[in-house]
Every structure is written in C-alpha cells, then in structure tokens.
C-alpha cells in the first residue's frame, strides 16, 4: 500500500499553460506539504497544510495554487506555466508540522 | 531565517572507505532528522535525534547530534555501492516548526 500517492509522475506541458498535481495520504496524518526540488537537489518548502488549513505559504508565486479538500488531499494547481517551473515536485505529508516526512515519488515537470 | 548548511555537497569515495556528513545550523534546534535520497527516487527518512549529544546507530550507519543542538553528523563505515544517493539533514527550532532542510550531500561510490 502506497502511503502517499502523487500523480503524475512526469508532466510534460509548454510555456503558458495550466496543470495540476495530486497527492493523497493514506497515514491518518494532519499535515500535508509541497516540496519544490530544483536540478541541484535543493528542497524548498513550498506550502504547508495542517488539517485542511494553509500554515505556510513561502514566497512561491501565486500561479501555484493548493486545495486541500479534505486532510488526505493536498493538490497543486499551477497556472500559466513558466520554463522556470521546471522541477520535481514532492508531496509529504507527517503527524504534525516538524514530525518526520513521508515523500511521495514525485512529479517530474518539464516546461518547454 | 534559521538556515541549515551541509559540507560537503559532493563526495566520491572507493567502496569499502568510510564517509561523513556534517550538518550545521545558524540557531539551535529542538531535533534533527536524516533521510536518504536514491538517485531518481524520493527522499526517505532515516532517524531523528532530539537530546543533545545523542549518538544512534544503523547498521553500518552513525548519526550524532551535537551537544550545542547546532551540528549533526552521519557517518557511513565501508561504503556500499548501495549508499549511493542524496543524503539530507533537516532540523527544525522548536517542536512543532516546519523543517529546515540541508542543501544535501551526494555520495558516489565506486566498485
């Protein structure tokens, strides 16, 4: 059983357009995350959720999007898409807010 | 901010030598969190330390905690062409804070 899920795996999309990543947590937990990870590695903590309420917002443009329908789902719609945007982006989820990380595999994203 | 650094981004080492991470932190933290990264893969969490100068062990692996909870530390014994990946400290300062990851190190190893 896959504890947290995002789809897709890879999205390739042009210059200017809108999508959306999923993820669901199958842990009971009340905090969910988005993770940016860039081509150096590097994971930037992009928003934060806890209990289907926004906790942090860190300074990512706001063509991205969360919706969180319920404690299980986080989503992550992105608008206007710039090559910039490229990355793997992570879902995670944990009990509470600095409790360990669960990852989900991520969502490879190629703008071109 | 409270920013996390993490020396040294790379390392290349002959299977069987030994090899370590260091972490360092701009505040003291409350805890300090390891994960390993697999090349295409998805960071996965390996051990927490709270108390300060805390010493855990895997296996082959050695996590220590500083006794300032400034400074962390993991250490691989013989080297394993399965270590290879991204390893990441992460910490926070006070329970219940969103975590500061590291900007990581990536472990070659060569057979």
Redesign the interface.
């Known amino acids: 059983d896959t504890a947290v899920s995002q789809t897709p795996k890879y999205l390739v999309t042009q210059m200017g357009n809108d999508k959306s990543i999923k993820c669901e947590q199958n842990l009971g937990h009340d905090t969910m995350y988005w993770y940016k990870q860039d081509s150096k590695k590097f994971l930037k903590i992009m928003f934060s959720y806890n209990n289907k309420e926004l906790i942090i917002n860190e300074t990512v443009p706001n063509r991205f999007s969360p919706k969180s329908p319920d404690k299980a789902h986080l989503n992550l719609h992105i608008n206007s898409l710039e090559l910039g945007d490229s990355a793997v982006y992570f879902c995670a989820s944990s009990q509470v807010e600095g409790s360990p990380l669960h990852f989900g595999n991520g969502t490879r994203l190629t703008v071109t | 901010g409270q920013q996390v650094m993490q020396i040294p981004q790379y390392q290349h080492v002959q299977e069987g030598e030994d090899f370590t991470t260091y972490c360092n932190s701009s505040t003291t933290l409350?805890?300090i969190?390891w994960?390993k990264?697999r090349p295409g893969?998805?960071?996965?969490?390996l051990i927490?330390l709270v108390k300060s100068g805390e010493v855990k062990k895997q296996k082959r692996l050695t996590f220590q905690f500083g006794e300032a909870k400034k400074n962390s530390s993991l250490h691989i014994t013989a080297t394993q062409t399965t270590d290879v990946g991204?390893y990441?400290c992460?910490g926070?300062k006070?329970?219940?804070?969103?975590?500061t990851?590291g900007?990581?190190t990536?472990l070659m190893v060569k057979p």
């Open positions: 409350s805890n969190q994960y990264q893969g998805h960071p996965v969490f927490q991204t990441f992460a926070n006070n329970a219940g804070n969103m975590l990851f900007g990581g990536r």
